[in-house]
Nanobody, 121 residues
Framework: QVQLVESGGGLVQAGGSLRLSCAASGSGFSILVMSWYRQAPGRQRELVAGISSGGTTNYADSVKGRFTISGDNAKKTVYLQMSSLKSEDSAVYYC???????????????WGQGTQVTVSS
């Protein structure tokens, strides 16, 4: 099993910044991809940004140029630096990881518990 623990959410004014962190813990696994998703009330969960173990990144069009995803492979931690925040960025942000376990043939997918980001206008 892998546990994902997010931190860094909170309340911020429009135009401000926040940094989210997600640490993966457990034993006998390697990370393939770590991603951030978000879900606002009444809306579907959507991909915000992802990063592979090799450092390849991708972003939703709505956050390009404002958000930056980065990772620390040694710490098995992913970060999401959010800048120029808008009210529409308000949502619960979830960490997601695709991992390979040493004793399992196929990759597995895990979710964190989520952290609330609220942007006041």
């Amino acid at each position: 099993q892998v546990q994902l623990v997010e931190s860094g959410g909170g309340l911020v004014q429009a135009g401000g910044s926040l940094r989210l962190s997600c640490a993966a813990s457990g034993s006998g696994f390697s990370i393939l991809v770590m991603s951030w998703y978000r879900q606002a009330p009444g809306r579907q969960r959507e991909l915000v940004a992802g990063i592979s173990s090799g450092g390849t990144t991708n972003y939703a069009d709505s956050v390009k140029g404002r958000f930056t995803i980065s990772g620390d492979n040694a710490k098995k931690t992913v970060y999401l630096q959010m800048s120029s925040l808008k009210s529409e960025d308000s949502a619960v942000y979830y960490c997601n990881a695709d991992v390979v376990h040493s004793d399992v043939l196929f990759p597995r997918n895990y979710w964190g518990q989520g952290t609330q980001v609220t942007v006041s206008s």
